[in-house]
């Protein structure tokens, strides 16, 4: 049977961070019904992965959190009923600090939830002050220590880096405190400023770390990480070998999956596709018996770039996030032609050092990681 990987899009925050973009509603009361959406969608579409097997689950938010005991176990029997799961799957579930209990840890766990992965941003509470979060460290110390306690062996913590006012110290102060508490994967993200945010509408108030000091920050992280066990397997993730993602590595392997709920994306019969974010709008048609509309991606934007997207670029895009980069075989098998005759760019890059060309694969070096979009554009001709 073929693999997929299913996500499942929980859009519910208590409250909205000030620098976030994801879709998702601070109003809380209409979980329930958004429950008996998915379950009516997953029964619904159920036949068409009737010769798939599910070897990810990934809830993901928004804050999946929020879930009570009996939601989730509503949501887990509808999808261990109606699906295809393979034994050992690997099953991550998106946890806020500030929004986990016992009761709730223990249901997750007695439903399959395997990995947590649990946002944490920053060690230092102003910054999680000035980012809008509603949690302390301290909590965040707490959530994690009773997660472990309730059994859970495979924990991701979030962080962010290049925030207001942040110097490279503050950053390998958060990394040496998230490292002493040793989680298994660690994804560290470069501070997007998002035009739509609170932060968009002041970014030339916020006293951000310039393009050198976020240049020190991304390579003093990568090296202290790697030096700490956590081997760097894409642009922002590192992991003890073995506790790679194996759910988030799908996406850059260009391999199928199925996302459900409003502002979902998925990859599945070889086309792409999302569903408009609007809650009331999902519930309500999936509640009247309709399946909510697909809208199918025909274009690629990078650092405000757009491209038709080719097969064979959006498979370079996703992969040369990744470590292991583009194995030139592999390449050629997939595609029938070599590599550099594609991409005759790669060779300038080559030699500025930003990607070197190791075992047959052509892989970014750290400096590369970091202009990674500005490359990508250049090797992949994107038209303005
Ligand atoms: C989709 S969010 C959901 C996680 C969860 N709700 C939380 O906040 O802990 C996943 C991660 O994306 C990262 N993130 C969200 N917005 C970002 C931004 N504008 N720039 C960089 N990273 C961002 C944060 O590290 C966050 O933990
Ligand atoms: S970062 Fe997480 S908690 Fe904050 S608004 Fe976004 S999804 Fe919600």
New binding site residues.
Partial sequence: MQRLGLYIHIPF?KRK?N????YSCTKLDNIKSYIDALLKQIVIDAPLYRDYEFDTIFI????PSLLEPNDFERLTDAIKNNLNLTQGLEFSL?A?PGTLTREKLLAYEKGGVNRL???L?STFDNELKTLGRIHTYDEFVKNFNLARECGFDNISI???YSLPNQKTNDLLTTLERVSSLNPEHI?S??????EK?PFGKIKDKLMLPNEDEEYEMYISMCDYLNKKGYLQYEISNFARAGYESKHNLKYWQSEEYIGIGPSAHSFFGGERYYYQDNLTDYISTILKGNSPEKIFEKELEIEHSVAHISKEDEYVMLKMRLSSGINTEEFKTRFGKEFLNSYPAVEKYIKSGHIVLLNNSYKFTPQGFFVSNYILTDILRFEN
């Avoid at 620098?19 to 994801?22: E, V």
């Avoid at 993901?60 to 804050?63: F, R, S, V």
């Fill in positions: 925050c961070c620098y976030c973009d994801f993901g938010g928004g804050t998106e806020n992965s649990m946002g941003q979030d962080v962010m994804s993200y470069c501070l997007k400023i998002e945010t």
